[in-house]
């Protein structure tokens, strides 16, 4: 059974949408059988994996919605062994349909268990919000990274968010466990920076990612060629920065294949 990690920050602009797809589609790149379901109503997985949002007819929204078999909505990239499971619009609704639903917090459980088999992990790219669809995200999830952009304000809000995880393990899906803390943004020129690592550090200690992920311009425009960073340039710092993360989380999972 493949491992379902949701990718959650409220706070917007801190790498969430661009670690999505990038560790996703590292995963693919070690031969890692990946699905990225996108279950932010902004779209920014899907069209940086190529598609445009407003040509999806069938999307996540289906799937939790009206009970659509995920298998008939999921999309292959041009990726070898990434797939993706998109989002349009229509999924800014979903939380006030699902608001009289007995089992409104599960509906994406329900989605993801059908499909879960198949994949060796499920990527879950989350809104920047701590409404119902990320608490169904992460009731779906295995486990959570939560990114942190190296910024003045790097841990605003994060007490809240940690606290939402909380009540989710507690209420929603005891098995739910933090993968990890993410450093997103880190630019070596600043002292800033440094600074927010030691600080995150300090406070998180083991729960926080060996690898951190540096401000680089060939991360940030690939989306716009819908591309990921490592069809986009392999060789770019971006890159391999994802590939270190995904390699920690392999080994962090003792899932390394034997070659």
């Known amino acids: 059974m493949g491992k379902t990690i949701a990718i959650a920050n409220q706070k917007g602009g801190v790498g969430k949408t661009t670690t999505a797809i990038n560790l996703a589609a590292s995963l693919a790149v070690l031969e890692y059988k990946t699905l990225l379901i996108d279950a932010d109503p902004q779209a920014n997985a899907t069209s940086g994996l190529g598609y445009d949002p407003k040509e999806i007819e069938n999307s996540i929204y289906e799937c939790i919605i009206e ?47 059908k499909i879960k088999n198949q994949y060796d992990f ?13 608490v169904n995200a992460l009731t779906a999830a295995d486990s959570v990274i939560v990114p942190v952009q190296c910024e003045y304000f790097a841990l605003e809000g994060l007490g809240k968010l940690l606290n939402t ?51 680089n311009t060939r991360l940030s425009e690939a989306p716009s060629f ?9 060789t770019s710092t971006g890159a391999i920065n994802y590939l270190n993360l995904a390699r920690e989380i392999l080994q962090k999972n003792n899932l390394i294949k034997k070659q």
């Not at 995880?165 to 899906?173: A, H, P, S, T």
């Not at 600043?190 to 926080?208: A, C, G, I, N, P």
């Not at 819908?226 to 392999?234: C, L, P, Q, R």
């Open 67 to 113: 009970n659509l078999d995920p298998q008939t909505v999921i999309r292959e990239s041009n990726t070898p062994h990434l797939y993706l499971l998109p989002a349009h619009i229509d999924l800014v609704g979903a939380e006030i349909e699902m608001i009289n639903l007995p089992d409104r917090e599960k509906m994406m459980y329900y989605a993801v268990e």
């Open 122 to 134: 499920i990527i879950i790219d989350c809104s920047p919000s701590l409404g119902l669809i990320t």
């Open 226 to 234: 819908g591309e990921t960073i490592i069809m986009h340039d392999a």
């Open 165 to 215: 995880i909380k009540i989710v393990q507690g209420r929603l899906n005891p098995r739910l466990d933090i993968e990890g803390i993410l450093l997103t943004m880190f630019d070596v020129r600043l002292r800033l920076s440094r600074q927010v690592v030691d600080e995150v550090k300090t406070h998180f200690q083991q729960m926080v990612f060996d690898t951190i992920i540096s401000r």
